[in-house]
């Protein structure tokens, strides 16, 4: 079967403009924006410290607000993707013009993952603009490597949210499970991880922890951020027990790409049936 880019790309930019026109992009910058300036400017503040700290402590005190707040974004803007064409009644109509199944699905991936990104990039983007006075030019380069994750963890969440949308049987349930989905990546898996280890004394599992942290986007964000970083290593539980074999950029970026790919597989397998 053919893709039609041109019925893609059409999609794709109706959900964007939609994003666009309701000031969704705007507010998100801002929330971005705002929480980025106060967290880097007082997150040296349990050392005693205001002010912008080291590049480490700077992107380490981001991490921290990425991993809580795009997520829950990710997966309340994509949770009502599908189910909610389908109460509307208007799935019926797109599905009746000349565009399949799986270009409709990716129009309006690709379509909220722009909205997506171009919010998270703006808003962490003029915090950057900030820093150029403070930091050189490496440290800068670590600060983009952060917000180039940044997006990819949205992106993956996202994905997840339009799974949620093609298999849940109204808005409703469909927003639970997205809720849910964000309890459980970001505050219970590692609580289990952690759990598992000390009730164990470390003597089982200690070998699979790191292979099991790959199962979480959100671990997978927080080593790929931190750590490099020997002064906020510490900071960081689970992720100090990472070995640094598996812990190559390239590597856990390929699991990041694997975490926006294979959800959004799954949806558009379950799309077509």
């Given at each position: 079967m053919m893709l039609e880019p041109g019925q893609i790309a059409a999609i794709a930019g109706k959900e964007f403009r939609?994003?666009?026109?309701?000031?969704?992009?705007?507010?998100?910058?801002?929330?971005?924006?705002?929480?980025?300036?106060?967290?880097a400017y007082f997150g040296a503040a349990q050392q005693?410290?205001?002010?912008?700290?080291?590049?480490?402590?700077?992107i380490?005190?981001?991490?921290?607000?990425?991993?809580?707040?795009?997520?829950?974004?990710?997966?309340?803007?994509?949770?009502?993707?599908?189910?909610?064409?389908?109460?509307?009644?208007?799935?019926?109509?797109?599905?009746?013009?000349?565009?399949?199944?799986?270009?409709l699905l990716l129009g309006k991936y690709l379509g909220l993952a722009t909205a997506l990104a171009l919010s998270?990039?703006?808003?962490?983007?003029?915090?950057?603009?900030?820093?150029?006075?403070?930091?050189?030019?490496?440290?800068?380069?670590?600060?983009?490597?952060?917000?180039?994750?940044?997006?990819?963890?949205?992106?993956?969440?996202?994905?997840?949210?339009?799974?949620?949308?093609?298999?849940?049987?109204d808005r409703t349930r469909a927003?639970?499970?997205?809720?849910?989905?964000?309890?459980?990546?970001?505050?219970?898996?590692d609580l289990l991880l952690l759990g598992a280890l000390v009730a164990t004394g470390g003597r089982t599992g200690g070998e699979i922890l790191p292979w099991l942290m790959l199962a979480n986007p959100a671990d997978?964000?927080?080593?790929l951020n931190v750590f490099s970083l020997d002064e906020v290593r510490s900071l960081y539980g689970l992720s100090t027990v990472f070995p640094e074999g598996l812990a190559?950029?390239?590597k856990l970026a390929l699991v990041m790409v694997l975490w926006i790919v294979a959800p959004l597989a799954v949806a558009a397998h379950g799309f077509e049936r």
């Open positions: 939609d994003r666009i026109r309701n000031r969704w992009v705007l507010a998100v910058a801002l929330v971005f924006t705002a929480f980025a300036l106060v967290i005693g410290a205001v002010g912008f700290a080291s590049i480490e402590v700077t380490a005190s981001l991490v921290s607000l990425v991993i809580y707040l795009i997520p829950l974004i990710a997966l309340i803007l994509g949770f009502d993707a599908i189910v909610g064409e389908r109460e509307r009644g208007s799935l019926d109509l797109l599905l009746s013009m000349p565009i399949t199944r799986l270009e998270t990039v703006a808003g962490f983007g003029l915090v950057g603009m900030m820093l150029l006075t403070e930091f050189d030019f490496n440290a800068l380069f670590h600060y983009a490597g952060f917000v180039l994750t940044s997006v990819l963890l949205g992106m993956s969440f996202l994905s997840m949210a339009i799974a949620v949308s093609v298999f849940a049987a927003s639970g499970l997205a809720i849910a989905l964000w309890f459980f990546f970001v505050l219970v898996f997978v964000f927080r080593v190559a950029p390239w």
